[in-house]
């Protein structure tokens, strides 16, 4: 009887193995399923929100170490996080944030209120995500441009220079078709508008010839970021004149 005690409890499987056996298969499970979910609920989501808040952590970090105001604010997704500020000859501070759509931005403002207040100009460029990531409808876009406006109206007086949604290479996706563009890009126009001292420029109206994008058809080629701040530049300065005549007495 106690030879047969003792050969159960050598050949008892240990609780962490069992533990382990039972959540590796569930881990799976819910990693597939995720996978599955639209990309607002799925793994993607919960990647890249927790990218973006990482990345606003650090932006917001380096904000309050900041001893002078910078003269450009840029505010946006991967479109102005990928742009080389440095040829618009200004100081400047990148705030953008790959991934990032109208809403995220929206709730990182009040995190740059001192260089929002202080800056001379801010570069927006804004709403790719949503339509081709989160598949935002455009009501709903609609609402979160409303509101992104009222914050940004409290938040600074500087020049804004609102550039619209890029139509991209290639508009086969029904969400991201040129039809949904070309109405966000009036949205944008219509709030750029209730802004006193916002310009807004037609994404593509500056973009000329081949090999614009790269090779995911969305983000921009190096030739697509030197026409844009070739566009830029002379908005720029007539943003910080403005700003200029205004702080002067």
Known sequence: MAENKQLSKRT???????FLGF?????FIALLLLSYFPPQLGFEYLYRRTFIKKQSSNLRFI??????????????????????????GRTYMNFAISGDTIEGLTLRLKDYQNSLANTNAVL????????????????EIDRALKF??????KLTHSPIIWTGVFKT???????????????INSLIKKYCKDISNCIFLEADSFMKGEGLYSDDGIHLSPKAYIQWIEQLNPMVEESLEKRQSILLP
Do not use: C, W
């Not at 008892?12 to 069992?18: D, E, F, G, S």
């Not at 904000?63 to 910078?70: A, H, R, S, T, V």
């Not at 927006?124 to 009501?139: F, V």
């Open 124 to 139: 927006i460029q804004i709403g790719t995500n949503n339509l081709a990531y989160r598949r935002s409808s455009i009501s």
């Open 63 to 88: 904000e309050k170490q900041q001893l002078n105001p910078p003269e450009i604010v840029l505010l946006g997704d991967s479109h102005l996080q990928g742009m080389n500020p440095n040829g618009l």
């Open 12 to 18: 008892r499987t240990p609780k962490v193995i069992r």
């Open 148 to 153: 992104m406006t009222e914050n940004l109206k």
């Open 23 to 27: 959540i590796a298969p569930a881990f």
């Open 169 to 183: 290479d290639e508009l086969e996706d029904p969400v991201y078709s040129l039809k949904s563009v070309e109405k």
